[in-house]
Structures are given as structure tokens and as C-alpha cells.
T-cell receptor, first 113, second 113 residues
Framework: DAGVTQSPTHLIKTRGQQVTLRCSPK?????VSWYQQALGQGPQFIFQYYEEEERQRGNFPDRFSGHQFPNYSSELNVNALLLGDSALYLC????????????FGSGTRLTVV | GNSVTQMEGPVTLSEEAFLTINCTYT??????LFWYVQYPGEGLQLLLKATKADDKGSNKGFEATYRKETTSFHLEKGSVQVSDSAVYFC????????????WGAGTKLIIKP
């Protein structure tokens, strides 16, 4: 049973560019959340998608946007990249009422130069 | 609002020592509680969970008991190994947080041979 898969694993972009990160949830999960984790810090919630709509959003600017597809997979898009966007981006999947926890992918390491 | 407080690290122990990482929480409802572990360079893995008071979560020799009277969920292991070196995050989710994970700051654990 595949867990959460994310692609790519590593990415280097230049300031001002745009990036798209991808996530496939664990089989049976229909809710996808995205987190940003800066080096040495805990995860920061970006947003959550359920039924192809953004259901919740953390304190991130509109440069961060997302999408969920009918097969529950999801994309995270970041426009006008800043050096401060360099981080590990984690995708997590769950059932809608996540009392039993989230399953995380291994993340995408984004470096902005 | 809901919050999680965990002991600051790094925690440095010798192999086979007893481990305790303290975690306390504040919540208005009845949260589910989680411990996640992050090994160097990797994503987050669910280590154990407890969904109601007095439940004990356990996995890989780690244990934590949901104590509602002390609002705590301390992580313990009787004999740590070098391979347990990682960052450990305590987290909660409940209806009041729309089932989003509320994270502690993380505790880095270093086990020396």
C-alpha cells in the first residue's frame, strides 16, 4: 500500500520564478494538506484541500496556491519565489476528520537562489 | 486557542538510557494527541497516537499515555538506541482546530554510543 508520494524530491529555482510541487495521497485518503518546514523549525500549515476545494488556509500570502484533482492528488504552486521560500515542503493526507492522524510524504526540498 | 508545549532540546543521552520527552497541551475540546518523528533529511512519520483520555499509544518501544487530568502526553522509551536520534514533535488535533495539527516546537534527541 503506497503511502504519500511527492515529486520532485529536490528542486533549485531562481528568485522570481514559479514552481509546482506534486503530491499523491495515501490510498483511501481524500484530504491533502501542505506544510512548509524551514530548516530547524516545525512545520507551518499552508492550506488543506478536500473535494477539490481549499478548505482551510494558514498565514501564507496569495503567492501560494494549490489545486486538488478528482483522483485526490494535489499540487502546490508558488509564484514570484523569494529566497525565504527555501524550505522542505511536506504533503500530508488524511480522512476529512483527521482524528487518527496524518500520513506525511518525504517532502520536496526547494532551494531558491 | 489550542497549543502544544514540549521540552526544549537538544536532549543528549547515552545508548540504553531511559528517555522522557515532556509534552503538555491546551485545548478546549477533546483532542487527539500524536507524536511524530523526523529523521535527518526525511519527512515526518507518525510514531504513535492516542484519541481519548487514558489511552496509551505505543510503537517501536516508545510509549505515551493521554493524561487529561494533567493535560500531558509525555513520550517515553526504556532503552534508547543510536538509531533513535531524530527530532520528535508532539501535536494535537480536534474539532476546534478543524482537525488541523497544532504542533509543538520539536525536541532534538541525540543518542551517543
Amino acid at each position: 500500500d503506497a503511502g504519500v508520494t511527492q515529486s520532485p524530491t529536490h528542486l533549485i529555482k531562481t528568485r522570481g520564478q514559479q514552481v509546482t510541487l506534486r503530491c499523491s495521497p495515501k490510498s483511501g485518503h481524500d484530504t491533502v494538506s501542505w506544510y512548509q518546514q524551514a530548516l530547524g523549525q516545525g512545520p507551518q500549515f499552508i492550506f488543506q484541500y478536500y473535494e477539490e476545494e481549499e478548505r482551510q488556509r494558514g498565514n501564507f500570502p496569495d503567492r501560494f496556491s494549490g489545486h486538488q484533482f478528482p483522483n485526490y492528488s494535489s499540487e502546490l504552486n508558488v509564484n514570484a519565489l523569494l529566497l525565504g521560500d527555501s524550505a522542505l515542503y511536506l504533503c500530508a493526507s488524511s480522512y476529512p476528520r483527521a482524528n487518527y492522524g496524518y500520513t506525511f510524504g518525504s517532502g520536496t526540498r526547494l532551494t531558491v537562489v | 486557542g489550542n497549543s502544544v508545549t514540549q521540552m526544549e532540546g537538544p536532549v543528549t543521552l547515552s545508548e540504553e538510557a531511559f528517555l522522557t520527552i515532556n509534552c503538555t497541551y491546551t485545548a478546549t475540546g477533546y483532542p487527539s494527541l500524536f507524536w511524530y518523528v523526523q529523521y535527518p533529511g526525511e519527512g515526518l512519520q507518525l510514531l504513535l497516537k492516542a484519541t481519548k483520555a487514558d489511552d496509551k499509544g505505543s510503537n517501536k518501544g516508545f510509549e505515551a499515555t493521554y493524561r487529561k487530568e494533567t493535560t500531558s502526553f509525555h513520550l517515553e522509551k526504556g532503552s534508547v538506541q543510536v538509531s533513535d536520534s531524530a527530532v520528535y514533535f508532539c501535536a494535537l488535533s480536534d474539532e476546534d482546530s478543524n482537525y488541523q495539527l497544532i504542533w509543538g516546537a520539536g525536541t532534538k534527541l541525540i543518542i551517543k554510543p
